[in-house]
């Protein structure tokens, strides 16, 4: 499994640099502005939280995983002004996500799964 795992992570890793090499490129023809990238930066949050979302070797990897989907959506849906969401009107959902994530942390322990 760990094998896997880092082959994933490899492939991603190799992945994000040609994105990034390749919106750098564009960026220096002038087909593309790079300041415009950033803004979407949260959502690498969530490409790094669904790989490891795969083959989990321990429940403390998989709440990772998840605190790190969500806090890349969480932080994009403010950037993006989704449901008139800010950071100051939206942080009671990181305390309900943590609470959320609590239960299934100990419901995966209970079954055994660390």
């Given at each position: ?28 023809l ?31 990897v998989?709440?990772?995983?998840l ?20 950071f ?18 100990a ?8």
């Amino acid at each position: 499994m760990k094998d896997g795992y880092s082959w994933r992570g490899q492939l991603l890793w190799g992945l994000i640099l040609i994105a990034i090499g390749a919106a750098f490129l564009f960026d220096r023809l002038d087909m593309f502005d790079m300041r415009d990238l950033w803004h979407y930066s949260p959502l690498l949050l969530v490409v790094f939280g669904i790989n490891r979302l795969f083959d989990y070797t321990q429940v403390k990897v998989l709440i990772g995983g998840l605190w790190m989907i969500f806090m890349g959506l969480w932080v994009f849906a403010n950037f993006e002004g989704w449901f008139d969401f800010n950071f100051h009107n939206s942080w009671p959902l990181v305390v309900v996500f943590g609470g959320i994530v609590m239960i299934v942390e100990a419901i995966l322990k209970q079954r055994g799964k660390e």
